[in-house]
């Protein structure tokens, strides 16, 4: 259980103590990554699902053509959230477009 204390000089916060400022200050650097990783990530899945659309649209077996880019669209708009330019998206369906029906 959480212990609650109403004595002001007994609630001293962590975070306010100096050995806790540079924990916090690598906690806040490494959260400050995420949306480039995530703007990577989400790059590099646009690049492959249109990819993969591409070489679905060339098998007249498959059917998964749509649904890859609506994968590829998914990931574009998670990449523009995380602050990819339309030039960096536009690139990465260029890419897919690029590997897409002759090969990797």
């Known amino acids: 259980m959480h212990?609650?204390?109403?004595?002001?000089?007994?609630?001293?916060?962590?975070a306010s103590t100096s050995a806790a400022k540079p924990v916090d200050r690598a906690i806040m650097a490494a959260i400050a990554t995420v949306p480039a990783e995530v703007r990577t990530h989400a790059l590099n899945q646009v690049v492959?699902?249109?990819?993969?659309?591409?070489?679905?649209?060339?098998?007249?077996?498959?059917?998964?053509?749509?649904?890859?880019?609506?994968q590829a669209a998914k990931w574009a708009c998670i990449a523009r959230e995380n602050g990819a330019s339309e030039h960096q998206i536009t690139t990465a369906y260029q890419e897919g477009h690029h590997s897409g029906p002759t090969g990797d």
């Open 3 to 14: 212990e609650v204390t109403t004595n002001p000089a007994s609630t001293s916060h962590p």
């Open 48 to 70: 492959a699902y249109t990819a993969h659309a591409d070489r679905a649209a060339v098998d007249p077996n498959a059917s998964t053509k749509a649904v890859h880019r609506e």
